[in-house]
């Protein structure tokens, strides 16, 4: 079966998400990254432009969700993942991890996020998985569904007791994008919901075993 999501976009481009086994393991210390949200930025926001840069910033999405065994996990309660932090890919140095390991093989897509095999990379607490490679679906309260797979691991010092979400922020998913091609309001927000993922996270499942290619 095939679920699509429309957003509105400059150009009319459908990208199709596909499931593919990652078999990378966690085995370096966790590198923390964070991205503070300055409450002023929004204030000074004009609201027309705020419109229009969100439509240029917008994506299309469609996933062949295949035959897979999906896990749901649990969300912490009184948070909506609404606010969703990013961090640039080249924050993650140490040659040596397999976080930097697995940037190797990823790439930029048109709007600055890092991808592989089709999989958003983000960061995310040690409640979900403390393995980089593990893959995620990801579901918002617009309807939109997409895959991830976790290119680095929260560090537990900067989350809740839950380790589920950063306290500072209730940010629970940080994306690992290329901040010379993220989207200017994206940028000035702090937030990649700006960006074509705006929303209140539903649902965090994670991906079991085998799937179709």
Do not use: W
Not at 11 to 28: G, R
Not at 83 to 102: A, E, V
Not at 139 to 164: P, R, V
Not at 175 to 196: E, Q, T
């Amino acid at each position: 079966m095939v679920f699509s999501i429309d957003f509105k976009h400059d150009n009319d481009k459908t990208e199709t998400l596909k499931f593919q086994h990652s078999e990378f393991q966690k085995s370096e210390p966790n590198l923390t990254s964070m991205h503070t949200f300055d409450e002023n930025v929004s204030e000074n926001v004009n609201g027309t432009n705020v419109l229009q840069e969100q439509l240029f910033c917008s994506t299309n999405v469609q996933i062949d969700r295949g035959s897979i065994e999906r896990v749901n996990m649990e969300l912490p309660e009184n948070v909506s993942g609404e606010f969703k932090t990013y961090m640039d890919y080249r924050m993650i140095s140490d040659s040596g991890s397999m976080q930097y390991k697995l940037q190797q093989q990823a790439y930029t897509d048109e709007l600055g996020f890092r991808r592989i095999n089709d999989d958003y990379l983000i960061a995310i607490g040690t409640f979900y998985s403390e393995n980089v490679g593990d893959r995620f679906i990801v579901t918002l309260d617009t309807g939109l569904e997409f895959t991830a797979t976790i290119g680095d691991i929260k560090d537990n010092k900067h989350t809740n007791s839950t380790n589920q979400y950063i306290e500072k922020n209730l940010n629970m998913i940080e994306f690992l994008v290329d901040d010379n091609v993220l989207c200017n309001l994206a940028l000035k927000m702090g937030d990649v919901s700006y960006a074509g993922f705006e929303g209140e996270i539903v649902s965090i499942e994670k991906i079991i075993g085998g799937v179709e290619q």
